[in-house]
């Protein structure tokens, strides 16, 4: 009886195991098949802008299209750094970029927080207004933070660069779901141990938020580093243009009639580098910040 | 009892000074904005007027009309609609298969797939509207691959029949990646025995997906709804860069006729297009937020 | 609770807004009229000037500049180059600011909507006779009422290529009026291993540059003054002319062909010189079609219309002066000194482009360049944009009706009728 009971469980037990590995092996193979051939097809444009960005313009144009440069040429690439001065408008996209990111992750994370865990009166109306500008399509301030910048003073300035970049709901919300999520008990124990709100918050709650800062910080640093339009209208002159306005004046400006394209496609890999660095560098991060922000 | 009551005010002044830098910045450069724009909407405001933006009349619904009974605007709205009818869910449902394929390889290769996977929303959208331009010649790829199966392709993006699908075949592209990684955070939020359970119920791939992934997944499906509706209403990039809203208005989109109307410097007339905008993505988040919920 | 809070937060924000926005449209805004003080006197101008321009003309400028600095010492110069499709923008934040440069340059179809959102003064008296000027550069500096604000700096225009060597097979030579055009269209594409006979801007790259042209030609003009002038004979005919080279196949109207001028697909269009300077690149990286060589390219002025003419579109830039600067005499000072002929010529030598003040039309090596003596010989023969704010919105209109032909779904009859009504609608934006 025993016997046949071990033979039956170890029989049930092989079946599970076999049934564990071997459609396992095969679906695992099915699915890296699949995830292959999307990222190829994902990928396709990227690797054209980078292969376009050792070829002639003339190359670029030409038809039927080369896919592996023909004439390979860092032409491009020099004329970035030497014809041109990228290092102008890279400091410039770093400063607005790096202020941007700090000061968003500091006030939305000190907004959020208030709104997670406080009483105040004006709490209610913040978090619905806030929170419903997230729903404002961006065309619709142009024009009137335009004006209002003008009249601050603010074109061409940093501050004008910077500060409608820092009003964003996005951070608000992400911050204040995860902050929620914080037990109580915690709070209260630094509370009895005689610590003050600000002590609390800056040496207790922040420290607990790296991961969704990093994932605030990756996407607040990416729309502000391939910002496009504001920072046109509000550079005035090439001492204040950002990397992608830069980009764009010089590449059509070259030859005046019509657009540089192998000039773009390598200004354009030149601007993806740090947003790639910084996102494969802390994609962990990224990924975690989401999944603990409570949305999951 | 004074005590408690000083007690609250100093904890109600200690969580004004969080929110305070935060309301500030956002009312200047985002309530005083959006409320202009709101105003401006119902005032002749042109470029004729840009020295002197106080010196306008109010026009009442005006704009609004123009707006709405415009044939081409009201063609941009359906388009807009069938963008978002067919891209949302179609956006929504290969991300989250993919995330689902991505969490089931080791985390190496899920992190090389994962930063290839987000290539296309870090790719300059000049350098993506030159490659699917190409992609979608009459000779060009998706042409040859449907040659292989004898079938013989539109000339996607200049048949006015085929350009809003080619359109929103690219759009599905560009927006999976942030789709994706959402998803992927809601996966890791679902506690690792429920598949074991599932594994040891012997049920299958299919059945996982539908009986139990979706299920735990619907906030996350929710948030991710709401994020990918908002953007794509919005849907301006793509028809911009690839097709200016052409063939016969076949591609136009909301936001891309309220962005002429600033071009032609009818201020008044495109605020009143984007609050209508703005209209129909909070009353869609309204809707989305009341079907989920009663899913769940 | 949560609903009233949403009202009052409101309330509150209209009425700021109410406050900020104020009301009534008071007395006449208009542009400044305040006919500003002159030009300095030459070798007295001073600060700094700042200049924009646009589509790559900054490096070049600076080098003109050079001797103009020298003779006024008190002077010191800035130069910022904005792309072509940003000029507008960049012109409508800085008026709004009353913060930019001293010097504007705007294409010659983008001026009048600089002239409209108030971004020029007026012009003074003593910066250039307009008599010297080719009339049409002159037409799109002018103002509402026909008052000038700012000079021609240099034109263009566009004229004829076709495959001289395919051509030459056929037995044919460069056509001089519409029907030989289409003649040579037709036989083109019918020619054994041809693919369209020609390329023409598709309705959606602004067909205007060529209906335009093409309405003049047929004795017609956009507007008369008062009004849009749209639904007429001319312009049909102009539009049926157009439209039936992508009805009978010999345009491509799809967004994307194989067939080009290089490789024989698309054996002629009508553009500007800047075109030979790109297929002398591609002959010399090798990117070009085998068989295709400098002698493959034949130019001509363009085919004359029914009403005898040949009159081409002309561009350019011009200068004017921004509303808000605070140097003005000496920034007027520099563009009059950039309209003699001298400084034309030598701007030919620099750039390459054609002088608009027409002291200088004969200088000898644009005379002795046979591609610019061509197109010189076209510039007797041209017709500006119309020079009004609301041309870019009429412009589209014609570009969507116009596709609606192209593609015979409208007849060339009733696409006048609507673009006429609505451009009435519109005005002409002043």
Known sequence: ?296 | MGSLAAQRRRSSLNAWIFVSPFVLTFGVFGLIPLVSSLVMSFTDLKARDIRNPLNVDFVGFDNFVTVLTDETFQRALLNTLIFVAIGVPTTLFIALVLAVMLNSVGPRLATFFRVGYYTPVITTIVAVAIVWRIMYQNTGVFNTILGWFGVTGPNWLSDPNTALLAITIMAIWRNIGVSMVIFLAGLQGIPSDVHEAAALDGVNAAQKFFRITIPLMMPTILLNAILVTTGHMQFFDEPFVMTEGGPLDSTTSVALQVYNQFKYGNYSVGAAGAYVLFALIGILAIVQFRFFRQRT | MRRLTVARATAIAVAAALVFSGCGRGGDAGTSDGAADGPAPAGQASGEIQVWTAGGHADNLKKLAATWLEANPEASLTVTDVPWDQVITKLQTATAAGKGPDIIMTGADQTATAIGMGAFDKLPGGVYDDSDFYPAAVDSVKGDKDALYAMPWYVETRFLFYRKDIASQLGLSAPTTWEEMQEMAAAFKSRPGGTYGLNLPRPTEQPAQVIVPFVAQAGGSMADGKQWTIDNKEFISALDYYAGYFKRGEAPIEASTDATFENGGAPMFISGPWMLDIYKDQIENGTAPAGFTMDSVGYAVAPKGPAGNNNQYIGGGNLGVFSASKNKASAWSLVSWMGKTQQQEQWYDLQGELPANTGAADYKPIQDNPVTSTLMTQMKDTVATPNYPAWSQVSDLISKYSEMVARGTMSAEDAAKEIQSKATAIGFGW
């Open chain 1, 1 to 296: 009886m025993t016997t046949v009971e071990r033979r039956a469980t170890a029989g049930a037990s092989a079946a599970v195991s076999r049934r564990r590995l071997r459609p396992i092996r095969w679906g695992n193979l099915i699915i890296l098949a699949i995830l292959a051939v999307g990222l190829a097809a994902t990928i396709l444009p990227f690797v054209w802008m980078v292969l376009g960005s050792f070829k002639s313009n003339a190359e670029l144009l030409a038809r039927p299209i080369t896919w592996w440069p023909q004439a390979p040429t860092l032409d491009n690439f020099k004329a970035w750094f030497f014809e041109f001065d990228i290092l102008r408008p890279f400091l410039n996209s770093v400063i607005v970029a790096l202020v941007t990111v700090f000061a968003t992750l500091l006030l939305s994370s000190m907004v959020g927080w208030a709104l997670a865990k406080m009483n105040f009166p004006g709490k209610r109306a913040i978090t619905v207004v806030v929170l419903a500008t997230l729903f404002v399509p961006g065309i619709v301030m142009l024009i009137p933070q335009f004006v209002l910048v003008a009249n601050l003073g603010m074109v061409n300035t940093y501050w004008g660069l910077i500060l409608p970049g820092m009003v964003g709901a996005f951070g608000v919300f992400l911050m204040r779901q995860f902050m929620l999520e914080i037990p109580d008990a915690l709070l209260d124990a630094a509370r009895i141990d005689g610590a003050g709100d600000f002590r609390i918050f800056f040496q207790i709650v922040l420290p607990l938020c790296k991961a969704p800062l990093a994932t605030l910080a990756i996407f607040t640093f990416m729309g502000s580093w391939n910002g496009f339009v504001w920072p046109l209208i509000i550079a005035q002159d090439d001492s204040m243009y950002t990397l992608p306005v830069s980009l764009a004046l010089f590449s059509a400006e070259s030859g005046g009639h019509g657009t540089d394209f192998g000039l773009q496609m390598a200004g354009s890999f030149l601007i993806v580098i740090p947003v790639l660095v910084l996102f494969v560098a802390m994609q962990r991060h990224f990924i975690q910040g989401i999944t603990m922000t409570g949305i999951k």
